[in-house]
């Protein structure tokens, strides 16, 4: 019973008290060893007096009320519980001061709740409002989980694991790991905020048939402590909400890419260069600047897919040509430590010209043809420097292609097809007509 604990009980306070062994420790010790849920309170509150009076508590008290309230509520809180306000999630969380209760969680409504009447049943005369002043000031501190994790990491050993993640994926594209190394020391960098004036907007999209792990191995990339970060569902039509996804989510698969309509790609081009949101918050009034965090990468199983040649710098499109080995070993802190290592000697974590030029080369094969092109394919062909061809401006080969079909020609694809025709590589010339273009008819 919890009378004959009473004498126990005092007796174990004093000599923890003493030794030095903090309050909530000795009461979780003793749950341990001496637990009834009927005896919990009992033995909470006998320890709880006996280190107040040990401390010296109340044998003068020359502060008002609130102020002692206040005063006890701080150590209520700070002696049963750890806060901390997830910058990231825009979340409280909590978890409590025991060795049973690793990982933190939200604080919502039921656990305020819980902390109040915890605070009364030490006799500590707080309202609700109190708790949540407490919890909604600066007395909890910030936390960032992806700084955190990132500063964490230690030193890198000089193995280079950026490029091994990348030979898991099976592809016949030799520029693929270098590619690869440069945009994840990208993603890397924009976390660290190295970079504030622009985003990550290269982003590797991975084509091949079902089954690949493709998605999988984009989930990889996270370490396990960073993957609530992941997603691979954004919705384009809701254009706030995808917005929020870039300070909200680490690294974003954009799954089954061919998906996006035509209208949504200039919107996708717009999110992947965005350095920044603004954004309101739900239930706000004003519109405050949301720090981006989001990298994008993006999975296929259709190879026609970049539809605008202009916007093929922005993906590294690979093949892959066989299942890729997610079932690896990937030692993430030293795979990281790598990055934040070549981040910190200022190594170049951009796409350059020669980059540049590579993607467009190697992206030729992922580019979708409009019918247009079809058409044109079906009537002309480049003419070579010895062969005497014609030279025709954008305007006379569509009104050539419009007599070979019923369809209506559109006038305003004039400059559209004149940059598809530059696409093509098509021997041209200017003049005062315009751009001619060097081509001979198929008959």
Known sequence: RGDDLQPLLVHLAEHCFKAGIPEEEAVRQTLIHYYREEDEQIIRSTIHNLYQECKGFGKKNSIGREQQTAFLLEEFMNRRYEFRYNTVLDDLEYRQRDSIHFYFKPVDKRVRNSISICALKEGINAWDRDVDRFLNSEFVPLYNPVEEYLYDVGCWDGKDRIRALAGLVPCTNPYWQELFYRWFLSMVAHWRGVDRQHGNSTSPLLVGPQGYRKSTFCRIILPPELRFGYTDSIDFKSKQEAERYLGRFFLINIDEFDQINVSQQGFLKHL????????????????????????????????????????????????????????????????????????????????????????????????????????????????????????????????????????????????????????????????????????????
């Open 272 to 443: 992947l260069q965005k350095p920044v949101a603004n954004l309101r918050k739900p239930h706000g009034n004003t519109i405050r600047e949301m720090r981006r965090y989001a990298s994008f990468i993006g999975t296929s199983n259709q190879k026609d897919l970049l539809t605008d040649p202009s916007g093929s710098r922005r993906f590294i499109c690979i093949e892959v040509i066989a299942p890729i080995k997610t079932n690896a070993t990937i030692n993430y802190k030293q795979l990281y430590a790598q990055a934040m290592e070549a981040i910190y000697k200022g190594e170049r974590y951009w796409l350059d010209d020669e980059d540049e030029k590579i993607l467009k080369q190697t992206n030729r094969e992922f580019e979708q043809a409009s019918p247009l092109e079809q058409l044109f394919h079906c009537y002309f062909r480049p003419a070579e420097e010895e062969e005497e061809g014609e030279w025709m401006t954008s305007m006379q080969i569509l009104n050539y292609l419009q007599t070979k079909t019923r369809d209506k020609l559109a006038i305003n694809k004039v400059a559209v097809f004149g940059r598809a025709l530059q696409k093509l590589n098509i021997p041209c010339r200017k003049s005062v007509k315009g751009t001619l273009y060097h081509l001979l008819k198929i008959e």
